[in-house]
């Protein structure tokens, strides 16, 4: 009788509805919470059911009379998964220990009524990992204020150098440009659990792999919705991307280049992140071909825009690219068929079979360890051998005169057209177009220096490097 009347009072406080409607609802209470806990402090539930938004002024609970804070949604009709945030992934609830704690998880036809205790928020209990820090000795922060002129931004920059780098001066490596640094490498500064990066490489290098080396871009915080996407979402931001990827191709790449040994061409070049870093490398990788071979897509934010599909109609294939997209069958309720129709689209617009790996796994959620536990496939599959299957990279180019003054003539083995780009020494692209083998490419009006010709014909790729007096 007693739960009765309180279910019945707490059904007015937070929606004025009688108590027999709560049939129809599910209502979390959370009846413990962390005594270091700021007062005042809004709570709010992150899931499934709103795209996991950790500050959805529709999902924050109220304050109880008794102390508890609760939310009520209607019933629902798939499983969710959540967890509860002060605002921001930063202040995420934790485990006992103040580490990361996997998704909560309700089943369809469970309890109306679910009581829920949070154990301790991350950014309050030492950030996960009781003040010690996980990063090796592979790992280091270049700095904490790399300027980024696109946004008139500072970030802080990661790096993680094979652990043959020193001793091997005359080798070069590729280079994966990851986001959310803050959750790859240190679970001293992840929000949910670190993918273990550094872990994972070093592994695969003492199982034979060549290496690479990685570099991570602090995510921006409150920026991240916006430089994450180049399209607005008129209830989430965005519009941003562009810059945001411009800041990796005009400026950081350039200076990554030219700081460390890396083969900085784009077969050696790759881009990845999840869920709306994973949204921005597939933006990234479409939009800048001449620049990135390879692509992690994992649990893309593709419910963010449709235009994340037209671009790759509008663009279509201009080179050879390696596509890995990675869902769970327990994302959000779209995730497999979104994915789904990027790989189809994809398919439909040039690229080949061999280029697009879709894996979905049926119990992959959308948290870090399962991106952590997909990391090392995934990366096998971007630089294994069998990438050389259609990444070729032929030197039969003829490129005349070299050096060159207003004009240029191309001439290879294949008697297709070519689409080709002329890039400066900052990697931007100054000149492109179509040439048929044996004609001229007009140089007019571009300045002395060195350029890089790229020329993509059928799966061949063609680069040679060209002086302009």
């Given at each position: 009788?007693?739960?009765?009347?309180?279910?019945?009072?707490?059904?007015?406080?937070?929606?004025?509805?009688?108590?027999?409607?709560?049939?129809?609802?599910?209502?979390?209470?959370?009846?413990?919470?962390?005594?270091?806990?700021?007062?005042?402090?809004?709570?709010?539930?992150?899931?499934?059911?709103?795209?996991?938004?950790?500050?959805?002024?529709?999902?924050?609970?109220n304050r109880l009379p008794d102390s508890s804070w609760a939310i009520t949604l209607p019933t629902p009709t798939s499983n969710l998964q959540f967890k509860f945030t002060r605002g921001s992934w930063a202040s995420v609830e934790g485990n006992a220990t103040g580490g990361p704690r996997p998704n909560r998880s309700y089943?369809?036809?469970?309890?109306?009524?679910?009581?829920?205790?949070?154990?301790?928020?991350?950014?309050?209990?030492?950030?996960?990992?009781?003040?010690?820090?996980?990063?090796?000795?592979?790992?280091?922060?270049?700095?904490?204020?790399?300027?980024?002129?696109?946004?008139?931004?500072?970030?802080?920059?990661?790096?993680?150098?094979?652990?043959?780098?020193?001793?091997?001066?005359?080798?070069?490596?590729?280079?994966?440009?990851?986001?959310?640094?803050?959750?790859?490498?240190?679970?001293?500064?992840?929000?949910?659990?670190?993918?273990?990066?550094?872990?994972?490489?070093?592994?695969?290098?003492?199982?034979?792999?060549?290496?690479?080396?990685?570099?991570?871009?602090?995510?921006?915080?409150?920026?991240?919705?916006?430089?994450?996407?180049?399209?607005?979402?008129?209830?989430?931001?965005?519009?941003?991307?562009?810059?945001?990827?411009?800041?990796?191709?005009?400026?950081?790449?350039?200076?990554?280049?030219?700081?460390?040994?890396?083969?900085?061409?784009?077969?050696g070049t790759a881009i990845w992140g999840s869920s709306m870093g994973g949204l921005i490398s597939q933006y990234a990788a479409m939009q800048h071909q001449s620049v990135f071979s390879k692509v992690g897509v994992f649990s893309p934010s593709l419910w963010f825009s449709s235009a994340v599909y037209s671009q790759v109609s509008s663009i279509g294939k201009q080179f050879p690219m390696k596509f890995y997209i990675l869902a769970g069958a327990q994302e959000s309720a779209n995730m497999v068929n979104q994915v789904t129709q990027l790989k189809n689209d994809l398919l439909?617009?040039?690229?080949?079979?061999?280029?697009?790996?879709?894996?979905?796994?049926?119990?992959?959620?959308?948290?870090?360890?399962?991106?952590?536990?997909?990391?090392?496939?995934?990366?096998?599959?971007?630089?294994?051998?069998?990438?050389?299957?259609?990444?070729?990279?032929?030197?039969?180019?003829?490129?005349?005169?070299?050096?060159?003054?207003?004009?240029?003539?191309?001439?290879?083995?294949?008697?297709?057209?070519?689409?080709?780009?002329?890039?400066?020494?900052?990697?931007?692209?100054?000149?492109?177009?179509?040439?048929?083998?044996?004609?001229?490419?007009?140089?007019?009006?571009?300045?002395?220096?060195?350029?890089?010709?790229?020329?993509?014909?059928?799966?061949?790729?063609?680069?040679?490097?060209?002086?302009?007096?």
């Amino acid at each position: 009788m007693r739960k009765t009347a309180f279910l019945g009072a707490l059904a007015l406080l937070l929606g004025g509805m009688a108590p027999v409607q709560l049939q129809t609802q599910l209502t979390f209470i959370v009846n413990q919470v962390p005594a270091y806990t700021p007062a005042n402090a809004p709570i709010y539930l992150a899931g499934t059911i709103n795209n996991w938004n950790p500050a959805s002024s529709a999902h924050q609970l109220n304050r109880l009379p008794d102390s508890s804070w609760a939310i009520t949604l209607p019933t629902p009709t798939s499983n969710l998964q959540f967890k509860f945030t002060r605002g921001s992934w930063a202040s995420v609830e934790g485990n006992a220990t103040g580490g990361p704690r996997p998704n909560r998880s309700y089943a369809v036809g469970g309890p109306d009524t679910v009581y829920i205790s949070i154990l301790s928020w991350e950014d309050l209990h030492g950030g996960g990992g009781g003040g010690q820090s996980t990063a090796n000795a592979q790992v280091q922060v270049l700095t904490d204020s790399f300027f980024m002129p696109q946004l008139n931004r500072y970030r802080r920059i990661w790096a993680y150098l094979p652990p043959d780098y020193d001793s091997l001066t005359s080798k070069r490596y590729p280079v994966i440009y990851m986001h959310d640094a803050q959750n790859l490498f240190d679970n001293l500064t992840a929000f949910a659990g670190e993918w273990e990066v550094d872990e994972s490489m070093n592994a695969l290098f003492q199982q034979g792999d060549p290496g690479a080396i990685v570099i991570g871009i602090n995510n921006g915080g409150s920026q991240r919705i916006n430089e994450y996407s180049p399209w607005v979402n008129a209830q989430y931001g965005g519009g941003q991307g562009a810059d945001y990827v411009n800041f990796i191709v005009q400026t950081l790449k350039p200076y990554i280049d030219q700081r460390f040994r890396t083969d900085s061409t784009r077969l050696g070049t790759a881009i990845w992140g999840s869920s709306m870093g994973g949204l921005i490398s597939q933006y990234a990788a479409m939009q800048h071909q001449s620049v990135f071979s390879k692509v992690g897509v994992f649990s893309p934010s593709l419910w963010f825009s449709s235009a994340v599909y037209s671009q790759v109609s509008s663009i279509g294939k201009q080179f050879p690219m390696k596509f890995y997209i990675l869902a769970g069958a327990q994302e959000s309720a779209n995730m497999v068929n979104q994915v789904t129709q990027l790989k189809n689209d994809l398919l439909a617009n040039g690229f080949t079979a061999p280029e697009v790996e879709l894996v979905v796994k049926a119990d992959g959620q959308h948290s870090e360890w399962f991106w952590r536990r997909e990391f090392k496939p995934a990366y096998q599959w971007l630089f294994g051998s069998a990438s050389t299957t259609f990444e070729q990279s032929l030197a039969s180019i003829q490129v005349y005169p070299n050096p060159a003054t207003d004009r240029v003539y191309v001439a290879w083995g294949d008697e297709k057209a070519a689409f080709y780009q002329l890039l400066d020494v900052q990697g931007r692209i100054v000149l492109d177009g179509s040439v048929q083998a044996g004609d001229s490419i007009s140089l007019a009006g571009l300045s002395a220096g060195m350029y890089q010709l790229r020329l993509s014909s059928g799966s061949a790729l063609y680069h040679a490097k060209l002086l302009m007096r």
